[in-house]
């Protein structure tokens, strides 16, 4: 992103305090998950740092038990649920937003960006009444819609930005040339807002996948997902088994940014 | 059915009363325009006179307010883009960037249902027409502008619509380059025989290569005609000084004689005789002087004769072919409004005859100053239905 970023020679190379204080700040934030991954291969039977040597023992015990991979598949099922759900719903809000005028415009841009301002355990109180009373308490799909109310707004202020990036034109150029309005979009404007919907696809995946106060209160024992299961696993008793599900989870992280990256990179046109 | 296409052409396309009203602005008023089969039309205009408005209106992404199109004698002005079958080149291109030129140049063709084969040889063959055989793998950002401004065209043309219909398409070139493509664009719209319409700005554009010139201003047509009809003949000062540089000198009729002869008085006191109908004492009016039919000479004799204006040189440019003299005519320091320019063509190797400083007089016949109204769009009205409303 920013290699086309021009930038003046004194701020391309900073002096030495400038340096100084990124790397700490780095450091600051890599401190965690430079402490938990070695942990997650310790040979102790207890958290302690540094490892006095190197196991899989609590690797054995995540992925060996039934529980931690069925709460996986559960996140799993929430997170692309959800995601799909924020694409397409922020993709379809977008467009008016950004190709038409209509007077409503402001108040329903923010009524879409109103979750970022409510507190989550607010959205999930009132989602919990409302699913309760319909019967939908403590399934996934319960789940999936509270995290694709919460990162609706993310998701829709990703996709406005990147349908202001396409210009209109090249929707005019389709339709003179014989495309319908649909064509038009699933043929131009679709694929040059690709990037926008990986990104916010991806984006609401991931969070989906971390959020813990959802699913807290719209879970149940049948759709426990793997943010509770380490909720409940830490209130009972903290132990390296937590390090190697968060080792997962940052593993997983980092792989989902790298193929993201790499997408992007293979495309020529850009 | 192509074949049915190669030998009809173009088609002629008619405007009649076309508006187009916003709230509280009307960005087209009333037009009336028509254009001949296989016609080159350049509407040309300053930003805001309602040309791209017009085109748009034609192309059918801009609904008129009221009004027909009429393209091959069918009003078109309620289907949408995509059924109306004209090319459209517009400004900056709008190429379809993840898609290869041969993509680009496919689309039309994809969206007409045409079997693959025959796409892959109708889009070789558009790119050879437009010079661009072998570049069909590249993507758009790997061309020159240039190039892709060809892509556009063949992309507009290659499902044979007998309507073109051109944005500025030049605008983003450098000059060289768009004068080299004004005369290939001609030369391709004469061979496919295909009725165009072209938005521009540069009157220069629309002298090389227009059959027919349409004057836009104010969302009114202030002249429609043959580019020596708007040259030689403007109908209006605006279109005077749009079409190439001239001396407009705007002043008052002060006498008008039976025959034709006007005397019309400058702010500064002087006088300019000229010949031309339909004008009356007291009547506001430009005359257009062009800067080649004016001569410049020494002040000599103590007496001005007719249509000579004594001035002193503030200016002079150089101009290879020519020299360009900038003549202060006011009593007062030189403002535009009292500056000629004239244009003396350099006979031999005879150098600059005057210098900055120098006192002169400058001359023109009774029949070189053109007597035009100001213009036409100073007297501009609404549309019947919402006269009420304004």
């Not at chain 1, 929430?78 to 409503?104: N, W």
């Not at chain 2, 109708?122 to 950002?141: D, K, N």
């Not at chain 2, 002079?316 to 020299?323: E, H, N, S």
Request: aromatic residues 8%; glycine residues 8%; proline residues 6%.
């Amino acid at each position: 992103m920013g290699s086309d970023v021009m930038g003046s020679d004194a701020l391309l190379n900073p002096g030495l305090p400038v340096r100084v204080f990124a790397w700490i700040m780095l450091a600051f934030l890599m401190a965690p998950v430079l402490i938990i991954i070695p942990v997650s291969f310790s040979s102790a039977q207890y958290l302690s740092f540094p490892p006095p040597g190197f196991s899989l023992q609590w690797y054995e015990r995540f992925l060996g038990n039934k529980d931690w991979l069925a709460a996986i598949w559960v996140s799993i099922q929430v997170a692309t649920l959800s995601a799909v759900l924020t694409v397409i719903i922020a993709t379809l809000a977008a467009i008016p937003l950004v190709r038409s005028d209509f007077s409503r415009k402001t108040l329903i841009y923010g009524l879409l960006l109103a979750p970022m301002i409510v507190p989550v355990i607010i959205t999930a109180i009132a989602l919990y009444f409302i699913f309760a009373r319909i019967g939908m308490g403590g399934t996934v799909i319960a789940i999936a819609i509270g995290h694709t109310i919460v990162v609706m707004p993310i998701a829709v202020v990703v996709l406005s930005a990147t349908l202001q990036g396409v210009d209109s034109r090249l929707e005019n150029a389709a339709m003179s040339l014989g495309a319908s309005r649909f064509q038009a979009f699933r043929r131009v404007t679709l694929p040059l807002i690709a990037p926008g919907i990986i990104s916010a696809g991806l984006f609401a995946f991931l969070t989906s996948f971390d959020e813990l106060v959802i699913p807290l209160f719209l879970g149940g024992p049948n759709a426990q997902t793997l943010a509770v299961r380490i909720w409940n696993s830490v209130m009972l008793e903290i132990e390296p088994t937590i390090a190697a599900v968060s080792t997962f989870l940052i593993a997983l992280t980092v792989l989902i940014m790298v193929a993201a990256n790499l997408l992007k990179k293979a495309r020529r046109w850009a | 059915m192509s074949h049915i296409k190669d030998v009809t052409g173009g088609t002629p396309i008619v405007l009649e009363s076309l508006w187009k009203t916003y709230a509280n602005f009307v960005a087209v008023s009333g037009i009336d325009l028509s254009v001949g089969a296989g016609r080159f039309c350049t509407v040309l205009g300053p930003s805001g006179s309602g040309k791209t408005t017009t085109l748009m209106m034609i192309a059918g992404f801009v609904a008129p307010t009221r009004g027909r199109i009429l393209v091959s004698g069918r009003d078109i002005a309620a289907l949408p883009p995509q059924k109306r079958n004209l090319g459209v080149v517009f400004q900056n291109y709008a190429l379809f960037p993840h898609l290869t030129v041969f993509d680009n140049v496919a689309f039309p063709l994809i969206m007409r249902r045409v079997p693959q084969a025959e796409i892959a040889q109708r889009v070789e063959r558009m790119l050879e027409t437009v010079e661009l055989a072998g570049l069909g793998g590249r993507y758009p950002r790997e061309l020159s502008g240039g190039q892709q401004q060809r892509v556009a065209l063949a992309r507009a043309l290659v499902f044979e619509p007998r309507v073109l219909l051109m944005d500025e398409p030049l605008g983003a070139l450098d000059k060289k380059l768009r004068s080299s493509l004004q005369i290939e664009l001609k030369a391709l719209q004469r061979r496919l025989d295909v009725t165009v319409i072209y938005v521009t700005h540069d009157q220069e554009e629309a002298l090389t290569m227009a059959d027919q010139i349409v004057v836009m201003q104010g969302g009114r047509i202030e002249q429609n005609g043959t580019p020596e009809d708007l040259y030689d003949r403007p109908a209006t000062a605006f279109v005077a000084g749009f079409m190439g540089d001239t001396n407009l000198v705007r002043g008052v009729v002060m006498a008008a004689d039976k025959d034709g002869t006007l005397r019309i008085d400058h702010p500064t006191g002087r006088r300019i005789i000229a010949r031309a109908s339909g004008f009356q004492a007291g009547d506001h009016v430009a005359a257009s002087l062009r800067p080649e039919c004016l001569s410049i000479e020494s002040p000599d004799g103590p007496e001005e004769p007719e249509n000579a204006w004594d001035g002193r040189i503030a200016a002079v440019t150089y101009l290879g072919d020519a020299i360009r003299y900038h003549v202060a005519v006011g009593e007062n320091r030189p403002t535009l409004a009292e500056t000629l320019v004239v244009k003396a063509a350099r006979r031999g190797t005879e150098h600059r005859r005057f210098s900055e400083g120098d006192a002169v007089r400058v001359r023109w016949s009774r029949s070189d100053a053109r007597v035009l109204p100001p213009t036409r769009a100073d007297a501009r009205i609404l549309p019947p239905m919402q006269a009420g409303g304004h």
